[in-house]
């Protein structure tokens, strides 16, 4: 099965940006959608942003205009640029197949503080 390891988060003041990665132990990703969710203390788990295997993107409302989603399909990762963050952003973030996903990976934390 599909292995995730997500990378890139940190502390990092309002305003301020990071730039997340998903790397994939397969190739397998290239085929299906994959999606970032993030999980903040005390609440579930929810979406975040998705790409499908051509491209095209979406995002949950809130961080529209702020988060990007991208692919490397040659290098099996998925990326996650995120800017203008607020404290709200904070969360343990996952990337995933979306829909049915696969097993979880230890997840990358954001913590957006002054």
């Known amino acids: 099965q599909v292995q995730f390891v997500e990378s890139g988060g940190g502390l990092v003041q309002p305003g301020g940006s990071l730039r997340l990665s998903c790397a994939a132990s397969?190739?397998?990703?290239?085929?299906?959608?994959i999606a970032w969710y993030r999980q903040a203390p005390g609440k579930q788990r929810e979406w975040v942003a998705s790409?499908?295997?051509?491209?095209?993107?979406d995002y949950e409302d809130s961080v529209k205009g702020r988060f990007i989603i991208s692919r490397d399909t040659a290098k099996n990762t998925v990326y996650l640029q995120m800017k203008t963050l607020e404290p709200e952003d904070t969360a343990v973030y996952y990337c995933?197949?979306?829909?049915?996903?696969?097993?979880w990976g230890q997840g990358t934390q954001v913590t957006v503080s002054s």
């Open positions: 790409i499908t295997r051509s491209g095209q993107t």
């Open positions: 995933n197949k979306f829909g049915s996903p696969w097993r």
């Open positions: 397969t190739n397998e990703i290239r085929f299906v959608t």
